[in-house]
C-alpha cells in the first residue's frame, strides 16, 4: 500500500524513533518483531478470537435513519462504542498484550488522558494476568475519578503525575521514564498511532479491524459497495486511521478527519494541531506538533480530553501534507450540540471526541444518496459529568426540524 | 584542535564534566556558573537548553528546565549570554538538550551560533546515531562541532563498535537504566558493564554520566572511565540562596578532594 510506513519508520517527512539510546533495545526489539508477530497464524487466531468472544466485534455499522433524516444523506454509525470497555482502544490494548507476551514481557505501562485507554489496558493485564502501571496526570486524575476507580477495580497501579501540565503529554513522558528504567521486564502499550516508530504503524494496523469490517458492511446496509464519505475524530489519530485504514488506496472513499477547536482556532484554547502547528519532535515522532517559536511543546485545550494532544500521529500529518485526507476541526459547542442531537435522534450517548466527527456533518453539503460512515469512537458514560453540565440550558438540538417529535 | 580533544589529550583519568540548566536559578545566572565552575576545578562544563518535555531526565532537571523557562530562558537569549564567553572561560563547553528546540533554531543556525560564541560539543539524546549521520553530521563537522553520543548498559557490543565509530571528542557512558539523577552508588552489576566498554578498546575515551551524585561514585568512575559527569545532584546544590559561587566552590572541592 502506498500508504505504508517506509523501511526507515517514516510518512514521507513525518515518523521516525527520535527517542535516547536507553529506549534503543526496546524499541528496536519491537521493531524487529512486531511483523513478523501480526502476521503469525497462531497470533492472527488468538487476536480474532478475542476480538470476536471478548471485545464483540465485528462492531455493527448502524444506519441511523432519524440522523439521516435531519442530514438529508444517508448515515451509517460504526458503532465503536459498544465494544467491551466502551471505546475503541480495546482494539489495540487486546493486540498489544498479545505481543507483549510473545516478546517475554511480565510487566505492562501505559499513558492515559481520559482514562479509556488506561481502563483498556488494565482490563487486558488482568484478562492475561500480567502486572499493569497505569500514568496519568493529577488534573484528569481528579477530572476522571470513575476510570481511575476502575482501573484499579481491575488490579492496576495508577500513579499520578504531577509535572508538567498534570495531563496527557506529561502522563506520556512518565510512560517513557518507566521505561527507560525499566527495559528488561517492561512493555509500554501507547494508546494511540503516536511515539516512536514502529507503534504508529501496529497501532494502526491493530485498529484496522474498524475498517476491515466495513469492507463488507456497508454493502449490507446500504445500496453501495464503497461509502462516499468516512468521518472520524482525531487527536493521536488511532480511531481515525482504523476507519481509514483499508480505504486509503480507494480514492473515491473522501476521508474526514476532524479535530477538536476547543474554543475556536484563534482563541489560544484549542488542540487543531493541523491548524495551529508545525513539524517538530514530541514523543520520539517527527510529526505536525504545537509549539512555541522556541520550540517548547504548547499544552493543548479541548472539552474532550481524548483529544487533547498537542501532536498528532506522523501518518495523519502526512496524509494531511498529501491531501489523502480532509482534515477539518470543529468547536466544543458544536460537539456538544452534536452529541445531544445523536441522543435525542437515535438514543446514543456518544463520546465527547466522537461527538467532534458528529458536528462536522453539520458543516458539509452532502448530496441525498451519499453514503456517510461516521465511527462512533465511544460510548459518552465518561463524559456524563460534562453532559449533564451543558443540559442545564442546551439549545435546541433539531431546531429547523419540525418532522422529529412524531418519527 | 577543538577543545574536547586537547582536554582528553592533556588530562588522562578523573575528568570531570558537569551539568547544569541556562536560566536557573536565575536568567541571568548562566555565566556566573560558568564562571565559577571552571575556577573550581571544573575540567569541562555542559550547558543545558532547557525544554518543556525533558524525557529522559529526573525531577531534579526537569524542575530546572521548567524554572528556567518560566524565567525566559530561550535559545536565542543563551547564545547572547555565552557571547564574550571565551575571553574568560578557556575550558571546553557544551550544550546539551532535547531536539525540537535546535530543530526550530535552525541546524545550520544552530551550528554557526555554537562555533561563534565557542561551544565545542552538543549532546541531544534524541537526536538518534543514524539521523545524524545521515543529516547532520556535515555541518557539524564544517563548524568542527563534536556530538556526543551515548550508550547505556542494554547497548550490545555491535551497536556501541557503531557509535564509537561515529562519535568524536569522547562517549557518554549512561551508568544505569534510568533517567538521569536517581541512584546514589554503583550496583555489581552496573560495574560489569563498565568493565565491559573498558575492555572494548573503543577509539574514543568514556566518561559514566547519570547517578554520579558524590566523591566515592566520581572516584569509583574513575576507575573505568576517562571521569565522570555530574548532573542532578549539582543542580541541586544550587539551591535558592545568592551565594552561588561560595556553593559552587564548595561542591566542587567535596567532589574532587
New interface residues.
Partial sequence: MKYDVDERGYYGEFG???????M???VKQLEDNYLKILTDQKFIDEFNSLLKNYVGRPSPLYFASRLSLFYKTKILLKREDLNHTGAHKINNTVGQILIAKRLGKSRIIAETGAGQHGVATATVCALMGMKCVVYMGQTDIERQSPNVLRMKMLGAEVIPVI??NKTL??AT?EA??DW?????DTHYIIGSVVGPHPYPDLVARLQSVISEEMLYQVKEVSDKINPDYIVACVGGGSNAIGSFYHYLNNEQVKLIAVEAAGKGTESGETAATLVKGR??????SMTM?M?T?????IEPYSISAGLDYPGIGPIHSYLHKIKRVIFDNVTDDEALEAALRLTRLEGIVPALESAHALAWLGKHKFNNDDVVVVTISGRGDKDMDTYIKYMESPPNPLKGAKWTTHM | MNRIDKLFKEKKTNILSVYFTAGYPNLDSTTVIIKALENAGADMIEIGMPFSDPMADGPVIQHSNEQALKNGMSLKLLFSQLSGIRKEVKIPLLLMGYLNPVIQFGIANFCAECSSVGIDGVILPDLPPQNFVEEYFSIFDKYDLYNILLISPQSSAERIYTIDKISRGFIYMVSSSSVTGTKNDFSEEQVAYFKRVQNMNLDNPCLIGFGISNRETYNKAGKYARGAIIGSAFVKSLGKDDKVIENIGRFIRNIKS
Fill in positions: 521516525g524513533a527520535y527517542i535516547p539510546e536507553m534503543y533495545p526496546n509535572s508538567g503529554k506529561d513522558n517513557i521514564r527507560i528504567s525499566n527495559p528488561a513539524p517538530g519532535v514530541i514523543h520520539g506538533l509549539q517559536e522556541d520550540g517548547q511543546i
